[in-house]
Structures are given as C-alpha cells and as structure tokens.
C-alpha cells in the first residue's frame, strides 16, 4: 500500500496521560499536514511541515502538542497531559507541489478517546 | 475572514435517486475549490478539484460546478447509490500565501435503499 498511514489508528488514554501519534506520509511528498477533527465537523488545520522543516502551526496547537517530522519522511504528534477535549479523530496529509494544485492525500486517523 | 459554508448539514435520499450539495465560500483570493468524500471513520478522499477557470468537472456520477462570481459550488450525485452514504466536504485555497486550506463542515448524506 503506497498511501498514507497513520498508528495507532485508535488509542484509548486516561486523562493527563502523554500520547504519540505517526504518520508515514506517500514517500516522495514533500508537505506533511496534520489535522483535529471532531464529530460531524471538518478537519481543523493544526500544522504542517515541508521536508523538516515546520513552517506554520494553528493557534489551536497548544504548548502540550508537539509535532516533529525529523528526517523529512514520518512525523509525530505528540500531546503531554491529555485533557478530554483532545478526543477527536487525528488525520495525516501529505502532499506534492505541482504547479499550485496539488492534492492532500489523507491518511486513515487515529482516533483519540481520553476518557 | 475565509470561510466556507455548505448546505445542508445532513440529507437523506433514497437509492437511485439524484441529489445536490451546497458550498458558499468567502475565500478570497480564490486559487481553487475541492469536492472530498469522507466515509466513517476514513481520511477524506479527494472527488475533483476545480480552478476559477472552470464552471463543471465530472468524476463519474458526481459533477461539481463553480460560479466564481457568486462564489458558490455545488455537487451533484446522480443515481445515487448506498455507498455514496458518507461526508461531503467543500474546501477552497486561496492563491499565494498560506498554503493551509479552509474547509467546510461537510453534508453528510445518508442514502436508504
């Protein structure tokens, strides 16, 4: 499967409990994005990466989450001290700039419950 | 503000029926406009993308329009089928700047047999 995947697809954690999520972007896409959505919403940008480099992040990402993306290739997204708000399904993109109209394939999710 | 705002929030049709989908956007300025299908539980999947140039795309039995002027897109399902149940979203991008999208809330359709 050459598309984007996205571990664990859900993860179940107790409130102020840490959590890491990965994404393998499609290997010669150069933008990875990661997004928040929550039931019967649209995804919320949270922030994106091209190659190494973190160019923007929302101002809904808070201090307790944190995304790398090291080697330009997988990234992570972590949150420290999970509050119950943070339930929501996670979603990866990656992407390839081809003249402006490039599409964002998007992974499956992981979908967060703390309980 | 960019926004995108789509019509309705929920529809529900029968099998083999044809419906529309609503997307009124106030990104500006305008670089292009995507149609995503989004089952439960899935990542969205891309249904066409159109640019300002461009008033109709079609992608089999699901054609988008796009008035530029007006700012208004639509999506219409032909013959719909259960599989069609699931989220539409509308996203728009703007031209230069940020390369983040906006994104509606999304149609969730609901197709009975």
Redesign the interface.
Same mark, same amino acid.
């Given at each position: 499967d050459t598309g984007v995947s996205q571990n664990p697809r859900h993860k179940i954690t107790k409130r102020g409990q840490n959590v890491t999520f990965r994404c393998d972007p499609i290997s010669e896409h150069n933008r990875l994005y990661w997004y928040r959505q929550t039931l019967g919403q649209g995804p919320e940008f949270l922030t994106y990466f091209q190659n190494e480099a973190q160019l923007e992040k929302s101002r809904l990402l808070s201090d307790r989450f944190s995304a790398e993306r090291p080697k330009g290739s997988f990234s992570t997204l972590e949150i420290q001290r999970t509050e119950q708000g943070d339930s929501a399904m996670y979603l990866c993109a990656s992407s390839l700039l081809a003249g402006g109209l490039y599409e964002q394939y998007f992974g499956p999710g992981t979908r967060l419950t703390v309980t | 503000k960019n926004q @995108?705002e789509q019509s309705p929030q929920s529809l529900i049709i029968l099998e083999g029926k044809n419906c529309t989908l609503q997307c009124n956007y106030t990104v500006s300025p305008f670089?292009?406009l %995507?149609w995503y299908k989004q089952d439960t539980? %899935?990542? /969205? @999947? +891309?249904l066409t $993308?159109m640019?300002f140039s461009e008033n109709t795309k079609s992608n089999g039995r699901y054609t988008a329009t796009l008035d530029a002027d007006t700012k208004q897109s639509s999506l219409h399902i032909t013959a719909s089928q259960l599989s069609d149940s699931a989220s539409y $979203?509308c @996203?728009v991008r703007i031209?230069g700047g +940020?390369? $983040? /999208?906006t994104? #509606?809330? #999304?149609t +969730?359709l609901i197709v009975h047999p």
């Open positions: - | @995108v670089s292009n %995507r539980g %899935r990542g /969205p @999947v +891309s $993308i640019t $979203i @996203v031209e +940020s390369y $983040i /999208p994104f #509606g809330r #999304g +969730s």
